[in-house]
């Protein structure tokens, strides 16, 4: 889902969110009106009275959206499988300010999945940030984590953010330079 807009939107119900870019976590009461200004990922981007603040996916029925249908994973998927399926949830945690999703954005080092005993699995992330002193660091780790342990089999996502090597535009991949002109 992706949407760069200014659809206008109330508040149905209060509603757990997250200032950007400090990442301070604040309750928008019921009755806030503002407007979507992206929707990518599941999570929305509102501004509400001057401010920006994220919206997780979870919370979508808050402003009316539907929340993201649940992960599926074939029976007996294999861990090259569920493998894919990390990738392609990766590609739905975006920075609340930049519409690009964290692989595209070059954020993304390595995602190992491991397999348990049990038959669940774990996946171990390292990650970075564009800048060091990010005030949504916490709040794109916990995206990470949460969206990952969504996946069917997956019983931990460990996510480790790292700032070497540090990022560097190079790092971004070719659609996502062009997409932000910084080729």
């Not at 808050?62 to 569920?82: F, S, T």
């Not at 669940?120 to 002193?133: N, Q, S, Y």
Request: with cysteine.
């Amino acid at each position: 889902m992706y949407s760069r807009s200014s659809e206008p939107v109330r508040f149905e119900r209060d509603c757990a969110a997250v200032l950007v870019p400090q990442g301070e976590e604040v309750t928008l009461p019921a009755g806030s009106s503002g407007y979507i200004t992206q929707a990518l990922g599941g999570s929305y981007t509102v501004f509400v009275e001057g401010n920006l603040f994220r919206i997780a996916g979870r919370d979508a029925d808050a402003i009316g959206k539907e929340p993201p249908e649940p992960l599926e994973l074939p029976d007996g998927a294999d861990d090259a499988a569920v493998e894919q399926l990390v990738w392609k949830q990766l590609r739905t945690c975006f920075d609340p300010e930049i519409p690009i999703n964290v692989v595209d954005l070059g954020l993304v080092y390595e995602a190992i999945v491991h397999p348990a005993d049990d038959g669940k699995r774990t996946v171990e992330v390292r990650m970075t940030l564009t800048a060091p002193g990010c005030g949504m660091g916490d709040i794109l780790v916990d995206d990470v984590r949460s969206k990952l342990e969504m996946i069917p089999t997956i019983s931990e996502a460990d996510v480790e953010l790292v700032f070497d090597p540090p990022w560097n535009r190079s790092m971004m991949s070719e659609a996502a330079r062009l997409e932000t002109g910084m080729y």
